[in-house]
C-alpha cells in the first residue's frame, strides 16, 4: 500500500498559497502609490482619455480672437481670401458724399470726390487716401496688381494705370463689399490695430472739401 504522505503534503502546500494570496492580493505598494492598470483610474474607474488631452499650440492659435470686424461667409471670401464679387453691385454707382473704410479694420481708404464713373462694373477711385492703401503683385500670376489696406491686408481689388479715364491716369478697381461708406455728416469708427487697440486723431482722413450732397461727376480726360 503505498503512502499518502505526499498527497497530503501537496494539499496543504497548495492550501498555504492560496491563504497567503488572499491575504497580500490588495496590499498597496511600499511606496503609498495605488496600482491602477491603463486606462483605469485609482479607484478602479475608467478615464475620459478627452479629458486629459494637453492642447498643442496649434489648437492654441486657432482659438486666437481676431481683433478686426466680425466678417461674414461673403465678405470673408473676398477681403481674407482675395476672391471678386459679381459686377455692378453695392457703391458702384454711389453718389454719395463720404468717406470709404475698409470693412476689416475701418481704415479711411477712399474719399468720395475721387470716386469717377468708369463703367467697368465695380466702384473706381482715381486716388486714396495718403498712407491707406499697398500696392503689390498678385498671386495669381496674372501680372496685375493687386490692393490691399495697408492696416490689415485686406484684399480691396486691383490698381490700373494708363486708361485716362481721369487727369490722373489712375483707376482703383474696388470691390464695394470690402468697404463701408460714411455719410459727411457721420463719425468715422476708430481704426482697429492689429494688435486689438484703436486708433486716435492719426487715423482721421483728408477733410473733404467738397459742398451739396452729391460728388461732382469727374470729366474724362481729352
Not at 466680425?70 to 463720404?98: C, Q
Not at 482703383?172 to 484703436?198: F, Q, W, Y
Amino acid at each position: 500500500m503505498k503512502s499518502r504522505f505526499p498527497i497530503l503534503t501537496a494539499v496543504a502546500l497548495l492550501v498555504s498559497f492560496g491563504a497567503f494570496a488572499a491575504t497580500h492580493a490588495f496590499d498597496p505598494p511600499k511606496d503609498g502609490s495605488t496600482k491602477a492598470s491603463d486606462g483605469e483610474s485609482a479607484k478602479g474607474t475608467k478615464q475620459d482619455s478627452s479629458k486629459t488631452k494637453k492642447t498643442t499650440p496649434l489648437a492654441q492659435s486657432k482659438k486666437m480672437i481676431d481683433p478686426f470686424n466680425k466678417l461674414s461667409k461673403e465678405e470673408a471670401d473676398v477681403i481674407i481670401r482675395k476672391g471678386t464679387e459679381a459686377r455692378e453691385r453695392g457703391y458702384t454707382h454711389s453718389k454719395v458724399v463720404g468717406t470709404y473704410i475698409c470693412k476689416r479694420c475701418n481704415a479711411p481708404l477712399y474719399n468720395s470726390t475721387e470716386k469717377f464713373e468708369s463703367h467697368c462694373g465695380w466702384p473706381s477711385f482715381d486716388e486714396e487716401i495718403k498712407g491707406s492703401v499697398k500696392r503689390q503683385l498678385d498671386a495669381d500670376g496674372s501680372g496685375r496688381i493687386e490692393i490691399v489696406c495697408k492696416n490689415c491686408d485686406g484684399h480691396l481689388g486691383h490698381v490700373f494705370e494708363g486708361e485716362r479715364y481721369t487727369p490722373k491716369n489712375t483707376r482703383h478697381c474696388v470691390n464695394s463689399i470690402s468697404m463701408k461708406l460714411i455719410p459727411k455728416d457721420k463719425e468715422l469708427p476708430k481704426m482697429i490695430r492689429a494688435d486689438g487697440t484703436l486708433a486716435g486723431d492719426e487715423s482721421s482722413p483728408t477733410p473733404i472739401k467738397v459742398e451739396g450732397s452729391e460728388s461732382p461727376e469727374k470729366k474724362s480726360a481729352k
